[in-house]
């Protein structure tokens, strides 16, 4: 089992940046690939990114690639993101999640574990 804690969120303008931290506990941390996603009431939850368990490989939605920087410590047990010059389209809930593999994907489906969310909102 693992425990995922997000942190981080917040009310920030356009522009400006925020970074989100997820903390694990649990199953081996450094062992899995993690991810980020997003959603918004009435959508879907979408991939923003999502790193390999060593962090040599990151994959980033083209919604976000260039503003947004996936990280992680595995000595600490917690990934980040880095989100820079955030627009109000970034506004949502944001969820770190675990996936059972070495390499990173982009669907939800691959993700086993995920924490409770963090809300971001952006405005105008």
């Known amino acids: 089992q693992v425990q995922l804690v997000e942190s981080g969120g917040g009310l920030v303008q356009a522009g400006g940046s925020l970074r989100l931290s997820c903390a694990a506990s649990g199953r081996t941390f450094s062992s899995y690939a993690m991810g980020w996603f997003r959603q918004v009431p009435g959508k879907e939850r979408e991939f923003v990114a999502a790193?390999?368990?060593?962090?040599?490989?990151?994959y980033y939605a083209d919604s976000v690639k260039g503003r947004f920087t996936i990280s992680r410590d595995n000595d600490k047990n917690t990934v980040y993101l880095q989100m820079n010059s955030l627009k109000p389209e970034d506004t949502a809930v944001y969820y770190c999640a675990v996936q059972i593999a070495v390499v990173p994907g982009i669907d939800r489906g691959e993700y086993a574990y995920w924490g409770q969310g963090t809300q971001v909102t952006v405005s105008s």
């Open positions: 790193i390999s368990w060593r962090g040599t490989i990151t």
